[in-house]
Nanobody
Framework: QVHLVESGGGLVQPGGSLRLSCAASGSAYKIGPMEWYRQAPGKQRESVAGISDGGATNYADSVKGRFTISRDTAKNTMYLQMNSLKLEDTAVYYC?????????????WGQGTQVTVSS
């Protein structure tokens, strides 16, 4: 099993910045691609950004140029630097990864961290 723990959420004013972290632990043979998702109240969960184990990245159009995803493979930790935050970025942010465990490749999710952008 893989345990994902997000941190770094909080309350920030519009235009501000936050840095989210996602630490992976457990008994995986390999941590594969990792992603950030978010879910705003009354909306479906949506992909925000993803990063492969090789470092290739992708972003939702709504966050391009403002958010930066990165990972430290040695620490099994992923980050999301969020700049120029907008009111519409308010959501619970979830970390997810695909990992190779004894039963094969499986997807795991963290519990989420709240990001609130408000003046």
């Amino acid at each position: 099993q893989v345990h994902l723990v997000e941190s770094g959420g909080g309350l920030v004013q519009p235009g501000g910045s936050l840095r989210l972290s996602c630490a992976a632990s457990g008994s995986a043979y390999k941590i594969g691609p990792m992603e950030w998702y978010r879910q705003a109240p009354g909306k479906q969960r949506e992909s925000v950004a993803g990063i492969s184990d090789g470092g290739a990245t992708n972003y939702a159009d709504s966050v391009k140029g403002r958010f930066t995803i990165s990972r430290d493979t040695a620490k099994n930790t992923m980050y999301l630097q969020m700049n120029s935050l907008k009111l519409e970025d308010t959501a619970v942010y979830y970390c997810t990864s695909v990992a190779l465990i004894t039963s094969g490749w499986s997807r795991f999710w963290g519990q989420g961290t709240q990001v609130t952008v408000s003046s």
